[in-house]
């Protein structure tokens, strides 16, 4: 499945759905083939982890697996337990080859990096040639928009109030006018759907699309969409 969209930058963006089903490893060993290095520096973000030390251990753990040819290098931002200057956040931007974004929780992910400005050095990075990456709440934050849901105490069971708390999250932007969710397929992409009312409430074009498990989808420089593995929904 490929088709054409309109995208400034020169860098693939590559969108996994889930690291439980085995098509993770894949996809990243086709980015080291294709950056064509012995040894790419790889710059990551745990930010959708942020004071979640268990979630953070769990997914440092699985990057050398991941990329073992790779040097490693975590950028940290204001919001997380232990941020660099900014200096030296961009710096490992900018050396980056590829630039990771976790797992955890995508509104999280992407109110740290907006607030600390770093969604602006990922669209710069990404426009000057280099790929991104994210893989389930990283794939979603890489995309338009997300939401910032109402906390789970302030829940009143009427659909309609809830709504009316939810607010829409600006996330990274490097597919923009996009707007990604990642397996939820058995819940028929509710979160989507909402995301999608959210986005019409305050006027933002978009289009909504579903990575299910068992999927990926790659954005490439020239702007074609290709789809690796289990289609995606498309929210019409």
Request: charged share 25%; proline share 7%.
């Amino acid at each position: 499945m490929t088709e054409r969209i309109s995208l400034s930058a020169r860098g693939a963006v590559y969108l996994v759905a889930s690291g439980q089903d085995g098509l993770l490893p894949k996809v990243a060993k086709r980015v080291c083939e294709a950056l064509g290095k012995k040894k790419p520096h790889v710059a990551i973000t745990y930010s959708p982890v942020a004071g979640d030390p268990r979630g953070l251990k769990f997914m440092s753990g699985r990057m050398g697996r991941l990329f073992p040819q790779a040097t490693l290098e975590r950028f940290s931002v204001e919001g997380e337990s232990d941020p660099m200057s900014p200096a030296e956040a961009r710096a490992v931007i900018h050396r980056a080859d590829l630039i990771f974004v976790s797992g955890g929780d995508p509104s999280l992910g992407a109110r740290i990096l907006d607030g600390a400005g770093a969604s602006v050095w990922l669209r710069k990075a990404h426009a000057r040639g280099v790929p991104l990456m994210g893989v389930s709440a990283g794939a979603i934050t890489l995309g338009a928009f997300w939401a910032e849901w109402p906390p789970e105490d302030a829940t009143s069971g009427d659909p309609e109030a809830e709504f009316a708390r939810t607010k829409l999250q600006r996330c990274i932007g490097a597919v923009p006018s996009h707007v990604f969710d990642t397996h939820n397929e058995e819940d028929d992409w509710d979160e989507l759907r909402v995301v999608a009312k959210l986005c019409a409430r305050h006027g933002k074009k978009a289009r909504f699309i579903g990575i299910p498990t068992g999927g990926a989808l790659v954005f490439h420089g020239d702007g074609t969409m290709e789809a690796v593995g289990t289609p995606p929904f498309v929210l019409t």
